[in-house]
């Protein structure tokens, strides 16, 4: 089997999004900063109700697909077609934009800690008019293995709630005590980076270091293998590349100016209100 190496780390930066909410951003803080299909990593996470109180008033989306990972804290989701969602400690929203799709992502506290992550998964040309559809996995229902939230994907033959589609997703969470090393088979040609949100991890036979609040972006291989001298909790997320162009513009994903200009015009227009919206189903 061939191990993936570390080939470049995306420090997170300090960034605010929504209507004030402070966060930190690694992938898509700058328009190269993607990796295919993945196009966006924000980590928010504080103990200051002035960092995220103000929450993220109803916005719009079209053409890609949102995940929504809570650790700590309470957020509730609603949408343009009074759909409401509340997510709790390791609770996941995969939301599929699509075609259209306003909502809002409005913290349910006023003091204590508010800790998670939001993903922006790309969607293939094909997919990016098909309807909207959502479904709110509460943690009961996200299996994990010595120590690894199997969120997406297969790890150790258990299968998380999201598996199959165009990019067959891998999304793991794994927590590795002091000196404890992890490894899983990643399909070959994914792209996969690894995000440490807790202390560091080395990857690789190099024991390349990523950094405390960093993706590490991985070469191609079967295997992956990460240590911790000091322990560490990481993201581990892989997904089949589109090779698609992209044009983005805010929350506007598509392949073409002419996309993103129709994209405008829909949601200007109230087209985005009169979509249907379905429940997320994906094959195995």
């Known amino acids: 089997m061939k191990t993936r190496e570390l080939q470049r780390i995306i420090e997170s930066i300090p960034a605010s999004d929504g209507a004030g909410v402070k966060l930190r951003r690694s ?3 700058q328009p190269g900063l993607r990796h295919d299909p993945f196009l966006m990593l924000d980590e928010f996470f504080s103990d200051d109700p002035d960092d995220y109180l103000a929450g993220f008033p109803a916005h719009p989306h079209r053409g890609f697909e949102t995940v929504t990972y ?3 804290g ?13 997510l709790g400690p390791g609770d996941v929203q995969w939301m599929s934009a699509a075609r259209g799709i306003i909502h809002s992502e409005m913290p349910q506290q006023t003091e204590g800690r508010m800790r998670g992550f939001q993903l922006w998964l790309n969607l293939p040309a094909k997919e990016k008019m098909r309807p909207a559809a959502y479904r709110d996995i509460p943690s009961s229902q996200i299996p994990s293995v010595d120590g690894v939230k199997v969120i997406a994907g297969r790890y150790k033959g258990k299968t998380g ?11 793991l969470d794994v927590h590795l005590s002091p000196g404890e090393s992890f490894e899983a088979e990643l399909p070959e040609g994914h792209g996969a980076f690894v995000y440490v949100y807790e202390g560091e991890a080395a990857v690789g036979e190099k024991s390349s270091r990523v950094p405390n609040r960093a993706a590490g972006l991985l070469s191609d291989g079967s295997q992956l293998k990460v240590t911790s001298k000091d322990g560490a909790r990481l993201l ?3 997904g089949k590349p589109l090779r698609e162009p992209i044009v983005q513009y805010g929350p506007f994903v598509m392949n073409t100016r002419e996309e993103i200009e129709q994209a405008i015009a829909d ?18």
Do not use: W
């Open 267 to 284: 949601y200007q227009s109230g087209r985005f209100s009169s979509e249907a919206i379905g429940k997320l189903t994906l094959p195995a």
């Open 161 to 171: 709630p999201i598996h199959g589609g165009s990019t067959d997703p891998y999304y």
């Open 27 to 29: 992938l898509g803080a």
């Open 236 to 238: 581990v997320l892989a």
């Open 74 to 86: 309470h957020m509730q989701h609603k949408d343009n077609h009074g759909n409401t969602g509340d």
């Open 70 to 72: 809570m650790l700590d």
